[in-house]
């Protein structure tokens, strides 16, 4: 594949996830938040049609695997539009595919139906096998789109953090109201390093795993749970410095982490399962239900205290 082609796969990462984002807003100021299931539901759809279609016309010869293209999804409907959900690329033509994009149209869907919250994501990966047999996440890109943020990789093999409006602050940067309205628009991204003694680690806002707990009783560190909504939006999290560390055990897919694990990976951090093994996308069954991600610095001891506390991992 040529350098144009690489380039042009992080680009379009970036540029759909952003741009299902702005569609995601319009959805909220057209329908407001009086019935949260089918704000959520159409949210959900017009998020994957716009996706589904944008990816058929630009790589026309890739997989696609979505959250919404499901068939246990099928009979999900938009609000004012009666059309079954496009149906994801067929499992036998995507297992043997070179190039699939696993999407998450919207990732957090509680968080995106509650006026004012702002932790809700969409997720644009793309997986690729090369000539070899060997497979990895090559690009990403996770919207953040009520707050005006995209984290993606870039063909450096880095990753960058892309601002809506560069006047606009944002987590990574502080100082005057002169020096914000300067910032540049896309600066690279590097995880940072977790202040020594202390570890905060991002959980779920309504069901945060009891053996997340438990690992921060057992660590001989100050550790802090901080409250986040969707993956994709705490494994960002981690990569502007909110917190250090995001652990979860108990349930996910491969569409909940591909994304934000590609930005992860080429923004300097370690992701991994919770056992340290790997991260493995484009498998016959999509469920990959646990995952690590930190800064490089606290990887052992947090792999560490996962298996010392391991018999209250979630079946």
Not at 53 to 74: N, Q, T
Not at 141 to 169: H, S
Request: aromatic share 4%; proline share 7%.
């Amino acid at each position: 594949m040529t350098e144009r082609a690489v380039a042009d796969d992080h680009a379009l990462a970036a540029e759909l996830a952003a741009a299902a984002g702005r569609l995601l807003l319009g959805v909220r100021d057209e329908m407001g938040f009086a019935d949260g299931r089918a704000l959520k539901d159409t949210g959900d759809l017009r998020s994957h049609e716009y996706l589904m279609a944008a990816l058929a016309e630009r790589c026309p010869g890739d997989a696609v695997l979505s959250e919404e293209g499901r068939s246990s999804v099928a009979g999900k409907r938009s609000q004012g539009d009666d059309r079954a959900p496009t149906r994801n690329t067929g499992e036998a033509e995507r297992l043997s595919a070179s190039r699939v994009w696993i999407i998450d149209p919207l990732d957090g869907t509680r968080e995106f139906s509650e006026e004012g919250r702002r932790d809700w994501a969409v997720h644009v990966a793309l997986w690729e096998r090369d000539a070899a047999g060997a497979a990895r996440l090559s690009a990403g890109a996770v919207a953040l789109p009520a707050q005006g943020l995209t984290l993606r990789t870039d063909a450096t093999g880095g990753a960058a953090l892309v601002r809506d409006d560069p006047g606009e602050p944002d987590p990574v940067t502080a100082g005057s109201d002169v020096a914000r309205r300067s910032l540049p628009r896309e600066v690279p991204l590097h995880v940072p390093a977790p202040d020594p003694g202390k570890l905060r680690i991002a959980v779920s806002r309504t069901r945060p795993p009891e053996f997340v707990q438990r690992l921060a009783e057992h660590l001989d560190l100050d550790v802090e749970l901080v409250p986040i909504g969707s993956a994709g939006a705490k494994i960002s999290a981690v990569l502007l410095g909110e917190v250090d560390a995001y652990v979860h055990a108990g349930g996910q897919y491969e569409w909940d982490s591909a994304a934000p694990a590609a930005v992860a990976l080429a923004a300097g951090a370690h992701a991994s399962r919770v056992d340290g093994a790997p991260l493995e996308y484009n498998r016959k069954d999509p469920r990959l239900p646990d995952i690590l991600v930190c800064h490089p610095v606290s990887a052992s001891t947090l792999l560490t205290g996962i298996g010392d506390v391991g018999d209250s991992l979630p079946d």
